[in-house]
């Protein structure tokens, strides 16, 4: 099992900087894959980023490369999500998930366990 909570997410201007957290707990953490993923109102879940186990792979939504940033801190049972030049199209709720296998993923459907979400909402 593991448990996360997010946090970090609050009204931002556009053009901002703003770091998401999301603290895990549980045996599995460390061998876990993990993501983040956003819903904005009257749309569906979408993939925003995935870090492999070890840290060392990352992957990213054409909407967010070279903006956003994930890792992770082992140790501290973190991950994080650096988000830079936010737009007005950031705003969403945003999701940490975590899955039973090491390696990323983009599928929401091959994560098992979610966090409750955290608000951004990025102004004009």
């Known amino acids: 099992q593991v448990q996360l909570v997010e946090s970090g997410g609050r009204l931002m201007e556009a053009g901002g900087s703003l770091r998401l957290s999301c603290a895990a707990s549980?045996?599995?953490?460390?061998?876990?894959?993990m993501g983040w993923f956003r819903q904005a109102p009257g749309k569906e879940r979408e993939f925003v980023a995935t870090?492999?186990?070890?840290?060392?792979?990352?992957e990213y939504a054409d909407s967010v490369k070279g903006r956003f940033t994930i890792s992770r801190d082992i140790a501290k049972g973190t991950v994080y999500l650096q988000m830079n030049s936010l737009k007005p199209e950031d705003t969403a709720v945003y999701y940490c998930?975590?899955?039973?296998?090491?390696?990323?993923?983009?599928?929401?459907?091959?994560?098992?366990?979610w966090g409750q979400g955290t608000q951004v909402t990025v102004s004009s």
């Open positions: 998930a975590a899955r039973e296998g090491s390696s990323r993923s983009v599928y929401a459907r091959s994560y098992d366990y």
């Open positions: 549980g045996r599995t953490f460390g061998s876990s894959a």
């Open positions: 870090i492999n186990w070890s840290g060392g792979l990352t």
